[in-house]
């Protein structure tokens, strides 16, 4: 078989890779805990910042070592949809910590820490669970602009961005003189971002406390606003490839039982009263081509049809 795929023949991810990143007391970490289910992997003892009522139902792990980490990921995680890591940065500072010791990273080291975290993703992927990393904001100089980027060393930015299907940008704007918090995942002039999964330019994040600090609404924006529809989409993308797999399967039938002019042109007319799904009517082609030239059959332009080499001679 071949390895060469189709749309409708790929394998469909489940989960989501995203990150997070913006200024300090935007809220970064309980929203990155409004993914479904989440386990805290808190890095910087950033755990006693966030809204007690944000915390109800989350379990955390107070990472002192990387060797936590790899510990963590090898017990029972069935009760978690996602891992939340916080910050990013500080997960890179274990890593490093755990590939060079005390001493600063050389050049040799970084293949070696950027594979480590790609070990980490590749994990949680394994896991079928979704991750969403937290990051400090840093700025970027590009000629005369600054532009606003997730704060991790310059060695590893590239390779851990290209491991994301998400990388958004939280702010405060004001609109009219009524001061939102919202999230960009588009790339702009002024910030870095990662848009797969044809997110909404900029969204809105709800505020979900008073000015008593109790909480007014449910902390699930990223689980109602960006994995649920994301999920929705992906669903219906695997429910298209198992209807192509139905077709497929239904055409390579039809061409299994050729082995004359007259059945080839049986199945051609089989396949027009067929329901096609995506490139599957192509497929019917090409299987049904390959099958005649097989058995020496004749294709005429003008009928379209096959007759039997003798009988054409």
């Known amino acids: 078989m071949s390895l060469i795929k189709k749309s409708t023949e790929l394998t469909i991810p489940s989960t989501v890779k995203m990150m997070i990143y913006g200024q300090a007391g935007m809220g970064k970490s309980t929203l990155a805990l409004s993914a479904p289910s989440p386990l805290l992997l ?68 970084w293949s070696g820490i950027n594979a480590e975290f790609t070990w980490f993703t590749r994990a949680i992927s394994d896991l079928n669970k979704n991750v969403v990393f937290v990051a400090h904001r840093d700025t970027r100089k590009e000629g005369d602009d600054n532009v606003f980027i997730p704060s991790l060393r310059e060695k590893n930015y590239n390779s851990i961005v290209t491991e994301l299907d998400l990388l958004g940008y939280l702010e405060m704007k004001s ?11 588009d790339p ?22 008073d000015h ?66 995506g490139s599957s009517s192509n497929l019917a082609k090409s299987l049904i081509s390959a099958k005649a030239k097989e058995l020496g059959l004749v294709f005429d332009k003008e009928s379209k049809t096959y007759s039997d080499a003798d009988t054409a001679a």
């Open 188 to 209: 702009t002039n002024r910030n870095d971002g990662k848009n797969t999964c044809n997110l909404p330019s900029v969204m809105e994040v709800p505020t979900i406390i």
């Open 212 to 277: 008593k600090g109790n909480a007014t609404a449910p902390n699930n924006f990223i689980y109602a606003d960006i994995i649920k529809p994301y999920m929705a989409m992906l669903s219906a993308k695997e429910e298209e490839r198992k209807r192509y797999d139905e077709v497929a399967s239904l055409i390579r039938k039809e061409v299994d039982a050729i082995c004359n002019a007259e059945t080839a042109n049986a199945a051609i007319e089989k396949m027009k009263s067929v329901e096609h799904v």
């Open 42 to 109: 808190d890095f910087d003892n950033g755990v006693k910042r966030i809204n007690l009522a944000h915390l109800d139902g989350v379990d955390t792990v107070q990472v002192s070592s990387w060797q936590d980490v790899k510990e963590v990921l090898n017990e029972n995680l069935s009760a978690y949809k996602t891992i939340v890591v916080d910050t990013i940065g500080k997960m890179m500072d274990f890593i490093i910590s755990h590939k060079c010791g005390t001493r600063q990273p050389t050049i040799k080291d």
């Open 175 to 185: 609109d009219r003189g009524v001061v939102k918090r919202t999230i960009t995942f």
